[in-house]
Nanobody
Framework: QVQLVESGGGLVQPGGSLILSCTGS????????IGWFRQAPGKEREEIAC????????YYVDSVKGRFAISRDYYLKMVFLQMNSLKPEETAVYYC????????????????WGQGTPVTVSS
């Protein structure tokens, strides 16, 4: 069964940093574009960033540009989301997924969702 697994969520103070990890179960991430998404309580799921499988280009939504960074470790077969300067309104469950069409402009369709990892930004 193809599935993505997220980890690394937790409680962090406003302005703090956190690194989320995404790995694949049943398949390798290397052959897929990977995206990160989040869903805050009472809100719709929103996209954050995606990373191309071939040349490593990354795309970000405006709200996280300059603060978040998506990266891939081919040896570990994992994708990471480094999150800096976190804000309370970014409290959400964070998901990774495969993104068949990762490109600028957003509106990325996604597949093979993980179960998510919760992030709480609070003092």
């Amino acid at each position: 069964q193809v599935q993505l697994v997220e980890s690394g969520g937790g409680l962090v103070q406003p302005g703090g940093s956190l690194i989320l990890s995404c790995t694949g179960s049943g398949f390798t991430l290397d052959s897929h574009n990977i995206g990160w998404f989040r869903q805050a309580p009472g809100k719709e799921r929103e996209e954050i960033a995606c990373l191309l499988r071939n040349d490593g280009r990354a795309y970000y939504v405006d709200s996280v540009k300059g603060r978040f960074a998506i990266s891939r470790d081919y040896y570990l077969k994992m994708v990471f989301l480094q999150m800096n300067s976190l804000k309370p309104e970014e409290t959400a469950v964070y998901y990774c997924a495969t993104v068949p069409r990762c490109m600028g402009g957003g509106n990325w369709s996604a597949e093979n969702w993980g179960q998510g990892t919760p992030v709480t930004v609070s003092s």
